[in-house]
């Protein structure tokens, strides 16, 4: 078991860097390594968190904006998903159980029971595997910018037949000028996330394209309608109401379906960039309502 650095890596040199926890490799045997970031807080009272990133993202580009704000009340582990961030590289075909699995041997791994998982957009799905597979971890669940399915809109069909264009998109050399542009554009001058845009990009280049792809696939498929009203654990929804990726009705199904406490941010689905301390305040509300220890956010 390696440790890594979280302050620095060679092809991120001198760029500004967020704060972020620490992160090391956990080799679990039998299913390989997994990169993690992991903070214990010093209250041994207060929860442990589960964070889990959105497709195409990584723990770090997903969750960077409420780590500092996160460590002040709960431990947590943040994991990079298959063929996501520094994930682990595999063979076999991308599922999202498999990766609910994979969640579960890491936390198995490294001790932590009764945990919160907060999942945003894929994420959210991944953590209602987690619960449903492997019930004796989780305590809670907080959802994030995701839905009970993914594909039942003509509309999100279409665009999942578009995944072999994004893939020769993403392998083409017009990717990391379009993935320059766009950060530009998202973070203004004004806007405090503008400094680590060089890291951002460089962050956004770490996926093994052909798993990100079998991950949009097997998103498309994903459907929780019939059983997520099963769970039966305490939940919270996240809604970003102004989201174009995923419906905010299709949100508050899902928050309806779990009986989730509801915080709502005015916001598309990258608003743990565009509202971050919007993002930072809703998560530690829902924290503290799902959370069997009763984190205070105004503490």
Not at 30 to 50: K, N, S, W, Y
Not at 134 to 155: C, F, K, M, N, Y
Not at 214 to 219: H, K, Q, S
Not at 254 to 259: H, N, S, V
Request: net charge neutral.
């Amino acid at each position: 078991m390696a440790d890594v650095t979280a302050t620095f890596d060679p092809t991120n040199a001198g760029t500004e860097l967020p704060w972020l926890p620490e992160g090391r490799i956990v080799n679990i045997d039998g299913r390989g390594e997994f990169f993690i970031r992991e903070h214990h807080h010093a209250d041994l009272t207060t929860p442990t968190v589960v964070l889990l990133h959105g497709w195409t993202a990584s723990s770090d580009l997903q969750f960077f904006t409420a780590y500092e704000a996160l460590a002040e009340r709960c431990s947590f582990i943040g994991i990079d998903h298959r063929g996501h961030g520094r994930g682990l590289r595999s063979p076999t075909a991308f599922t999202l159980e498999d990766v609910a699995d994979d969640v579960a041997a890491v936390l198995r791994h490294l001790g932590a029971t009764n945990v919160i998982a907060i999942g945003y957009s894929m994420g959210g799905p991944i953590g209602m595997l987690l619960a449903r597979r492997h019930p004796d971890l989780v305590a809670g669940i907080i959802a994030q910018a995701t839905a009970l399915e993914w594909s039942g809109s003509l509309r999100e069909r279409l665009r999942w037949r578009l995944l072999p264009l994004m893939g020769t998109f993403l392998r083409s050399r017009v990717a990391g000028r379009f993935m320059k542009k766009f950060l530009e554009r998202t973070f203004a001058e004004e806007h405090g996330l503008r400094r680590h845009i060089p890291w951002l990009r460089g962050e956004s280049q770490r996926v093994d394209i052909g798993a990100v792809l079998a991950a949009g696939r097997a998103l498309s498929a994903y459907n929780a309608t019939d059983w997520a009203g099963s769970l039966n654990v305490p939940a919270g929804m996240l809604i970003t109401t102004y989201d174009r990726l995923v419906n905010p009705r299709k949100q508050r199904a899902l928050a309806k379906a779990l009986g989730a406490e509801v915080r709502e941010i005015r916001t598309d689905h990258l608003g743990p960039w565009e509202k971050p301390n919007q993002f930072s305040s809703a998560t530690l509300e829902l924290l503290a309502l799902v959370s069997s220890s009763g984190v205070d956010p105004e503490s």
